[in-house]
């Protein structure tokens, strides 16, 4: 079982950056696949971007130059550093643990635990 609690949410204005933290407890940290998802209102949830256990990351192409996913597992927390932020990045984002590593990375489906979320809000 993994606990995954999300923060760092928040309101702010387009063009300004905001870092979102995720704290695991439950499990080794430093095997789990670690991701993020955001789910704008009437949208679906969509895959943000992931590391994997060794480091290496994955982003949409949306998010691309613009976001970065970090991991520091001494902390058992990885992080969601967001620049240039625009409306569109309006969402609940929520953090995910894949204990296998072996899913389809961008499936929300491959990720057996969520956060409760927390709410990015980027004004124009």
């Known amino acids: 079982q993994v606990q995954l609690v999300e923060s760092g949410g928040g309101l702010v204005q387009a063009g300004d950056s905001l870092r979102l933290s995720c704290a695991a407890s439950?499990?080794?940290?430093?095997?789990?696949?670690m991701g993020w998802f955001r789910q704008a209102p009437g949208k679906e949830r969509e895959f943000v971007t992931a590391i994997r256990s060794g480091g290496s990351t994955s982003y949409a192409d949306s998010v691309k130059g613009r976001f970065t996913i970090s991991r520091d597992n001494a902390k058992n927390t990885v992080y969601l550093q967001m620049t240039n932020l625009k409306p569109e990045d309006t969402a609940v984002y929520y953090c995910?643990?894949?204990?296998?590593?072996?899913?389809?990375?961008?499936?929300?489906?491959?990720?057996?635990?969520w956060g409760q979320g927390t709410q990015v809000t980027v004004s124009s």
């Open positions: 995910a643990a894949d204990p296998r590593g072996i899913g389809v990375v961008v499936r929300a489906v491959s990720y057996d635990y």
């Open positions: 439950g499990r080794t940290f430093s095997s789990l696949r």
